[in-house]
């Protein structure tokens, strides 16, 4: 929204993410509150990562929905997944550098789950698929990746919207998705239940 200030909306982001935050004011959505919900984010044995991600979206936004009757809610989760595996989100230079070193010179896929509940109770929830290739890493790029720090709490230990965009020759699907909400099903699931025409 180049022209007009983002209108306030009668939308609550059930999400700690500055990144949900910034994505959805690039569409002009100005959530009215934000509201982050506190999970349980352990893997289940043998959990799938599309499984997992549905699931933490879902959890997010039962967590969250009940405190705002009345108000649309939207609940969100990023993985970085390869093969059967969910990489974790890092938080520490050991684990970042970890997942590095497992995406150099590799394909992946970031799952994006994403959960909306209406203001009449009825909900919404798809998983948004995209694939990211990397190149493959030298040593020296590794460790320079890992000084920037801009891997920190972020899903598999890198950030599409900084430094690691140099890495990533191809990538197919959504990339809103990779940076933490894909904004073309969000905003098709939020008017699906009714959110554009009175709230925007
Ligand atoms: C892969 C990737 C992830 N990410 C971020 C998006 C998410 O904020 C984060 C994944 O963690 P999430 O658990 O999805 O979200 P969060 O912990 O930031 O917030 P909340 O649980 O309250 O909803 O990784 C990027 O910013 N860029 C990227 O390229």
């Known amino acids: 929204m180049s022209k007009n200030e983002p209108a306030l909306t009668g939308l609550v982001l059930a999400s700690a993410s500055p990144r949900r935050l910034d994505l959805l004011r690039?569409?002009?959505i100005l959530p009215v509150a934000v509201?982050?919900?506190s999970i349980d984010e352990a893997v289940l044995p043998r959990e799938q990562p599309l499984a997992y991600v549905h699931r933490m979206a879902q959890a997010k936004l039962d967590a969250v929905a009940p405190r705002h009757a009345g108000a649309f809610v939207l609940a969100?989760?990023?993985v970085v997944a390869c093969g059967r595996r969910i990489l974790p989100k890092a938080e520490d230079a050991a684990t970042a550098r970890d997942c590095l070193e497992l995406l150099s010179g590799r394909r992946h896929r970031v799952l994006?789950?994403?959960a909306i509940a209406g203001?009449?109770?009825r909900q919404a929830i798809r998983v948004?698929?995209?694939q990211v290739v990397f190149k493959r890493l030298s040593a020296d790029e590794i460790a320079h990746y890992v000084d920037s720090g801009e891997w920190r709490g972020k899903a598999g230990g890198y950030a599409v919207q900084g430094f690691a965009a140099a890495f990533i020759p191809s990538l197919n699907g959504s990339y809103s998705n990779v940076v933490g909400l894909s904004l073309s099903d969000a905003y098709a699931m939020l008017t699906g239940l009714?959110?554009?025409s009175r709230e925007r």
């Open 26 to 28: 690039q569409i002009g």
């Open 35 to 37: 509201d982050a919900p």
């Open 76 to 78: 969100a989760d990023t």
């Open 112 to 114: 994006g789950g994403i």
């Open 119 to 121: 203001p009449d109770g």
């Open 128 to 130: 948004v698929t995209t």
């Open 194 to 196: 009714g959110f554009a």
